[in-house]
């Protein structure tokens, strides 16, 4: 008793509650830092977890559409560039898949797929590259794997919707993964990978850009034309372009120099817009218009995508744009982006390209991108075709049921132009664009086409 009234008599000294207090002031300052410092470190650890698991879907993606690829080639040259391909991108999907925080059986199925696929794809395109032609039992072993890949794919984009949803977090998954896991891959067979495992084991590839949108960016500026201007003829210009009886006021934002298409860029205030910022860009040589993009609230669409088409084909002529041919869209937000393609007697020009954005309540242009165009655009000397349109079909594969067909050039990886012959078809229920060499009868490429509600996309 004596001892507890010693205490509280000495807690009566001003200096040791003070010191008490300072104590106390410590403690709580370390239990607020620490768990700042534990927050920081969830948040990091919960953008790397996000940024691993987004590259996997990417590569997993890319894994499916080369696989859909594989299936339809019919030489063994691009046999063999699709499957290293699909070698490359499965390779790189277990890269990501290793840094996500989850163990469970159902990933460990995940990772021996990927690698299963790696392997086998590797081993066909070596026998492609010796000019040998796939079996009907190896192309039945890529149609299962690309089955079992969409199953993956849907299964991975389910996951990612209940993340960016909130139902689902990665400490649930780190905490509970086998049975988090487990759910949200239900609906791919146990028995899926094990069916055909006997096979591996003695085995040792502006918004929307579209197809060929990745053009050519030459030394040469082949549609840049014309003597270098002033910024206040860019000025002229870019009025113009957008209309007089809409610009309330532009002002120069600055002169980007640094790049090998130097611009004047100036942003644009728009009669009757409130809070409106246009921003348009007009090359130094030539004044050509580069890029012009702004947003607006889209009250209800009323105007259909035939009719977008149209406006876009008529808003490009009246610039200077002629002969433009409508290829691939996407619809986001009330707006379309829309890729036209130059076309030079019947023969669609991919490299020419120039993007378009429509309002779809009014049928206003919102924007627009021409660098493909400025690249490469000039009046080609079309050579005459070897391979006629039914001996290309020749080289198609039989399984191909042909939608369209058409002449086209295409940009290559290596910087050059080919002429080809465009099929347009539909196997089972996936539809491709295969190119035929017009001069060497060779398949030059293949692209997927993904129909959405919202557009037409190719990878």
Known sequence: ????????????????????????????????????????????????????????????????????????????????????????EANLAQVYLSKLPISSVELEKTAKFLNQVS?????LSRKNIKNESLS?????????????SVELENTLNQLSADMGEGRITWG?????????????????????????????????????????????????KKGLTGENINEEKAKEIAIKFIGEDKVQEISLSGKSENTDMPTFDFN???????????????????????????????????????RADEIGKEFLSSRGFQNMKETYYLKQDGIVTINYAYEQDGVTIYPDLIKLKVALDNGEIMGIETTGYLNSHTERNIESVKITKEQAKKNLNPKLQILSENLAIIPT?????????????????????????????????????????????TH
């Not at 040792?204 to 579209?210: K, T």
Request: with cysteine; net charge negative.
């Open 1 to 88: 008793m004596n001892k507890l009234i010693d205490w509280k008599n000495r807690l009566k000294d001003r200096h040791m509650l003070s010191i008490i207090v300072v104590l106390f002031t410590i403690i709580i300052a370390m239990g607020i830092w620490i768990y700042k410092k534990q927050v920081d470190f969830r948040r990091t650890s919960e953008n790397q977890y996000n940024m691993a698991f987004f590259e996997l879907v990417d590569y997993v993606q890319n894994v499916e559409t080369y696989l859909a690829k594989s299936l339809i080639s019919n030489t063994p040259e691009h046999g063999a560039e699709t499957l290293t391909n699909v070698w490359k």
């Open 119 to 123: 392997d086998y794809s590797y081993s």
């Open 172 to 220: 649930e998954l780190t905490q509970k993964g086998e049975i988090a896991f487990a759910q949200e891959v239900s609906n791919i067979s146990k028995s899926s990978f094990s069916n055909i495992e006997e096979n591996f084991h003695e085995y040792s590839g502006l918004i929307y850009d579209g197809a060929f949108s990745e053009h050519i960016t030459s030394v040469e």
């Open 136 to 148: 009907q039992e190896e192309l039945d072993n890529l149609k299962e794997l690309h089955d079992y």
């Open 268 to 306: 644009v205030k728009i009669n009757g817009e409130k809070d409106s910022n246009m921003v348009i860009s007009i090359s130094e040589k030539g004044g050509h218009i580069v890029f012009m993009n702004y947003n607006r609230d889209i009250q209800a669409e009323s105007v259909s995508q035939q």
């Open 413 to 457: 990886e290596w910087k050059t132009e080919v002429l080809c012959w465009e099929f347009k078809g539909k196997v089972d229920e996936t539809e491709f664009l295969v190119y035929i060499n017009a001069q060497t009868g060779e398949e030059q490429d293949i692209l997927v086409i993904v129909n959405t509600p919202n557009g037409t996309l």
